[in-house]
C-alpha cells in the first residue's frame, strides 16, 4: 500500500517526478471524468498541480500535444528547454500565435503531409520544424521522434491524443490528478470511444500500477505506471 504525502505550494514537483524515460503521459480529471472546465484545463487544477507538470517537463526531453489542445490553451514556447512538438494533420495552426512566440525556441510540427503547401510556408516562416506525416498515430509518431534523439516524451493531450496512444499500448506511466469538482459536461479525460452498436469486439483492459500518490487542497496525484507481462 502506497502513503499518501501532502504537497504544499512551495514545493515545486520535483520529488513526485523520478528519472523519466519512455512515453509518459499527463492529465489532470474532474470527479466525473471530465477534461476542461469551459474548454480548457486550467480551471481543475491548483499550483501543485501546475508545478508538477513543470517538473514532468523538466524530466522528459520532449512534449507532445495535439493541435486542437494547443489552439484551446493558447501554448506557448515551453518554459524548460524541453522541446514542443504538436500533432497536426492540416497544419490549421496560427504562425501569429504564442506557440511561434520565442524564435530560440521553434515548435516540431508531425503531420500535414497532405496540408495546403500555403499553410506549410506559413508555418516554416515563423520557425517551425516540420515532419511531414500522413498518419500522426502513435506508432509513426513515436518512430519519427525516436529518430530525431528523443527518449523521454511526454503526452499533455488532448483527449483525442491520449486515447490514441493508449489505445496503441504506447504510454509507459500516466500522472493524473484528480480534482475535486464535478463538471457534468465536456470531453471525457481520456477521449469518446465511439463504437458502431453492432461492433461486438471486446476491449483489453490496461492494467497500471499505483507508484505515489500525494494530495493538497483536495486534489489527489497519483503516479502509475504501465504493468507489462513478458
Request: aromatic share 6%; glycine share 10%; charged share 25%.
Amino acid at each position: 500500500m502506497i502513503r499518501f504525502e501532502e504537497m504544499d505550494g512551495a514545493d515545486d514537483g520535483s520529488a513526485f517526478v523520478p528519472p523519466l524515460d519512455g512515453v509518459t503521459a499527463i492529465a489532470v480529471t474532474s470527479m466525473d471524468g471530465r477534461a476542461t472546465v469551459d474548454g480548457v484545463s486550467g480551471g481543475l487544477g491548483n499550483p501543485s498541480d501546475a508545478a508538477l507538470l513543470q517538473a514532468v517537463r523538466r524530466a522528459s526531453d520532449l512534449i507532445l500535444v495535439g493541435a486542437g489542445t494547443v489552439r484551446a490553451e493558447d501554448y506557448g514556447p515551453a518554459a524548460t528547454p524541453t522541446r514542443l512538438a504538436v500533432l497536426s494533420r492540416s497544419l490549421d495552426l496560427d504562425p501569429e500565435s504564442r506557440l511561434f512566440s520565442d524564435p530560440t525556441h521553434p515548435p516540431i510540427i508531425i503531420g500535414g503531409a497532405a496540408a495546403a503547401p500555403e499553410r506549410r510556408a506559413a508555418l516554416a516562416a515563423a520557425g517551425a520544424e516540420l515532419i511531414d506525416l500522413g498518419d500522426t498515430g502513435p506508432v509513426p509518431v513515436l518512430d519519427a521522434v525516436r529518430r530525431l534523439g528523443f527518449r523521454r516524451i511526454t503526452v499533455e493531450g488532448g483527449p483525442r491524443v491520449y486515447r490514441d496512444f493508449l489505445a496503441a499500448d504506447a504510454v509507459d506511466r500516466v500522472f493524473l490528478t484528480l480534482a475535486p469538482m464535478i463538471v457534468g459536461a465536456g470531453s471525457a479525460t481520456f477521449g469518446n470511444d465511439v463504437r458502431d452498436v453492432h461492433d461486438n469486439r471486446t476491449t483489453t483492459p490496461l492494467g497500471f500500477h499505483a507508484d505515489a500518490a500525494a494530495f493538497s487542497d483536495s486534489h489527489v496525484f497519483v503516479r502509475y505506471s504501465r504493468l507489462r507481462t513478458g
